[in-house]
Structure formats: structure tokens, C-alpha cells
């Protein structure tokens, strides 16, 4: 039962485009949601995260998104820029409980 | 950075051999984690660590076990390797706000490739 998605293996965008990632949950109690960076031979590093009471979240070109109704989540890079290219996961968890991640999206942000 | 170390960074082993992975933080973290991730699956948990000599297990623990005897050491142990643990893995630590909180937002190291033949 894989309870966090991100449907889209990749994404390619143009340098200084918007990039919009996307994940979809479906387990209503997950009430802390995060997003990680993950470069090639690298860890996953965290970026950004949103609690459920809010619905956005930014961080200088990072904004996340939450939409609670359609148990969907999504991240916005603007503009986007070449080091930006790496594999980028969703996590969600009920509060102190487990993170649950997505497969994993691939972005390639084209010169 | 948050202080995690894995060792070693690469590994190739038969199948039917034991493996040993370590993880090593100093950043004084209560909980402590082991994923692995394979294409399509994202990351998926195989088991974690409260404190010391304390451990549960993840979503796919079976064939692997884990030890905690200090609070900055983490190892996970593949008694007889499989090529279906052929993968990538991750050690994280995270550091909860009190009794039961895992802490959510989770640092970590540079994974461990192992190959198993």
C-alpha cells in the first residue's frame, strides 16, 4: 500500500522556468509533510517542509504547497537554475510517527 | 552537515556472506535509522533505533538485523546476503522533542552501495 506517490518519474524544465513537483498522499492523519533533495553518490538532504495547518511555505525559491482536501502536496523551485537538477522526494508522517517517502522524481533543469 | 558517517562507502560480497554496515553521527541524536532505496520504490524503511540497545523494526526488515550499543553508532547486519539486497542504503538521524516523537525531520549520511553477487 504505498501511501505516498509522486507520479511522475521526471521532469525537464528550462533554466529560470517554474518546476512543479508533485506528490499525492492518501492517509488522512499525516499532518507533517517534507521535501528532500537527493544528488547522485549523495544522501538525500531536507529542503523544505509544511505542516498541516498551513497550506504554504516558502524559502527563497522553494515554496510548498499543500492542499489537504485532495491529500495533494506540491513543490515549486522559481526560477529554476542547473544545480537545481538532482531526484527529489515527498515524505509525509502522522505526528511523531515514521516518515513515509515517495518514489522519487527526477528533474533536469536544461541550460 | 549533520555529523553521519557510513562505512564502507561501496561493497561487493557473494551471496551467502555476512555483511556488517555501520553508521556513526555525532551529532548526539536519539533516533537513528536505516533505509534502503531501489528504483521505484523511493525510500523504505528496514529498521530504527530509539536509544541505545533500543531498535524496531521498518516496513522491510526481513533478513536484516540491527545493533545500537552506543548512541553514536548504528549497524546493520545482513547475516546471509541475497542479491535482492542488492541496493543503495541510508543511514538518517533525527532528533525527537520527547518521549515517542521520532522527530520528523531526518538528516542523512552518504549511503552505502552494496552489491551482493
Known amino acids: 500500500d504505498q501511501q505516498v506517490k509522486q507520479n511522475s518519474p521526471s521532469l525537464s524544465v528550462q533554466e529560470g522556468r517554474i518546476s512543479i513537483l508533485n506528490c499525492d498522499y492518501t492517509?488522512?492523519?499525516?499532518?507533517?509533510f517534507l521535501w528532500y533533495k537527493k544528488y547522485p553518490a549523495e544522501g538525500p538532504t531536507f529542503l523544505i517542509s509544511i505542516s498541516s495547518i498551513k497550506d504554504k511555505n516558502e524559502d527563497g525559491r522553494f515554496t510548498v504547497f499543500l492542499n489537504k482536501s485532495a491529500k495533494h502536496l506540491s513543490l515549486h523551485i522559481v526560477p529554476s537554475q542547473p544545480g537545481d537538477s538532482a531526484v527529489y522526494f515527498c515524505a509525509a508522517s502522522v505526528s511523531g510517527s515514521r516518515l513515509t517517502f515517495g518514489e522519487g522524481t527526477q528533474l533536469t533543469v536544461n541550460p | 552537515d549533520a555529523g553521519i558517517t557510513q562505512s564502507p562507502r561501496h561493497k561487493v560480497t557473494e551471496t551467502g556472506t555476512p555483511v556488517t554496515l555501520r553508521c556513526h553521527q555525532t551529532?548526539?541524536?536519539?533516533?537513528m535509522y536505516w533505509y534502503r532505496q531501489d528504483p521505484g520504490h523511493g525510500l523504505r524503511l528496514i529498521h530504527y533505533?530509539?536509544?541505545?540497545?533500543?531498535?524496531d523494526k521498518g516496513e522491510v526488515s526481513d533478513g536484516y538485523s540491527v545493533s545500537r550499543s552506543k548512541t553514536e553508532d548504528f549497524l546493520l547486519t545482513l547475516e546471509s546476503a541475497t542479491s535482492s539486497q542488492t541496493s543503495v542504503y541510508f543511514c538518517a538521524i533525527s532528533d525527537p522533542g520527547g518521549q515517542g516523537d521520532f522527530g520528523d525531520t531526518q538528516y542523512f549520511g552518504p549511503g552505502t552501495r552494496l552489491t551482493v553477487l
Open positions: 533505533s530509539y536509544g541505545v540497545k533500543d531498535t
Open positions: 551529532e548526539n541524536h536519539r533516533y
Open positions: 492517509n488522512s492523519m499525516f499532518d507533517y
